[in-house]
């Protein structure tokens, strides 16, 4: 089952998120600070992030860059009420971006399409990984 971690200093909004998230068949971790960020990524091992920008005391882009520095594979969705950042350069590194808004559509959407393209490249890797293994024992993968 997919994991998600929800981090963000609103508790309400990780309420929603969470049950909203749950029902769509996930299991959800939640932080409310940018602290206990590394504790989850490192014990939870969540499978997507969905990251807000303002943090109480923290800096959401420092948070994203952390993020991306421990796995640079992990998708971190910026999910956030301030519409200003959609050219920042630093979004690069985040793998999608939505406005926070009751209908959640939109970054279900988005975690969907993030997972999806995941999984897609972890099955490239794990393929290119079996055909070196085949052809180191000489094993023919053409028919």
Do not use: N, W
């Not at 014990?43 to 420092?62: Q, R, T």
């Not at 971190?76 to 959640?104: E, H, M, N």
Request: proline content about 3%; glycine content about 6%; charged content about 30%.
């Amino acid at each position: 089952m997919t994991k998600i971690l929800i981090v963000d200093d609103q508790p309400c909004v990780r309420e929603l998120l969470s049950e909203e998230l749950m029902l769509e068949g996930y299991r959800v971790a939640t932080a409310g600070d940018a602290e206990s960020v590394t504790g989850h990524l490192r014990f939870s091992k969540p499978d997507l992030v969905i990251l807000d920008l303002y943090l109480d005391g923290a800096e959401g882009f420092g948070v994203l860059r952390d993020i991306k520095r421990q796995d640079p594979d992990l998708p971190v969705i910026i999910f956030t009420a301030y519409d200003g950042y959609v050219d920042d350069p630093r979004l690069s590194q985040a793998d999608g971006y939505v406005i926070k808004s009751i209908v959640l559509d939109e970054l279900k959407g988005k975690i969907a399409y993030a997972l999806r393209r995941t999984l897609s490249t972890q099955e490239e890797v794990e393929a290119k990984i079996r055909f070196l293994q085949f052809k180191r024992l000489g094993i023919s993968t053409t028919y």
